[in-house]
């Protein structure tokens, strides 16, 4: 069974720092784009960060550039979200989202993912 699972969300307070994980499996991450969503509450669910192996492609979002680091550990078949600096407006759910072969521009539309973690939840208190 193909199946992505997210952990290390949690609350913290503005300007900590919390590392997401997205353990991957039923494949590897060969060839596959990486993907995190976030949705808060009333509104869109947008992506956040990328890193695929297909193309070696990155993107972050504008908001958070300079904060986040999007890595891969392919031995573990886990990519990990570090996030910096945290803001309260970076309270939301996130979900990690896979798909095979594509770039991360490919990927932004959340329709295109194929397979989805059940998402974590990160809140920032001010």
């Known amino acids: 069974e193909v199946q992505l699972v997210e952990s290390g969300g949690g609350l913290v307070q503005a300007g900590g720092s919390l590392r997401l994980s997205c353990a991957a499996s039923?494949?590897?991450?060969?060839?596959?784009?990486i993907a995190w969503f976030r949705q808060a509450p009333g509104k869109e669910r947008g992506v956040v960060s990328c890193i695929s192996s297909f193309d070696g492609s990155t993107y972050y979002a504008d908001s958070v550039k300079g904060r986040f680091t999007i890595s891969s550990d392919n031995a573990k078949n886990t990519n990990y979200l570090q996030m910096n600096s945290l803001d309260p407006e970076d309270t939301a759910v996130y979900h990690c989202?896979?798909?095979?072969?594509?770039?991360?521009?490919?990927?932004?539309?959340?329709?295109?993912?194929?397979?989805w973690g059940q998402g974590t939840l990160v809140t920032v208190s001010s």
């Open positions: 039923g494949f590897t991450f060969d060839d596959y784009a």
């Open positions: 989202a896979a798909q095979w072969m594509v770039s991360c521009a490919a990927l932004l539309n959340p329709g295109i993912p194929e397979v």
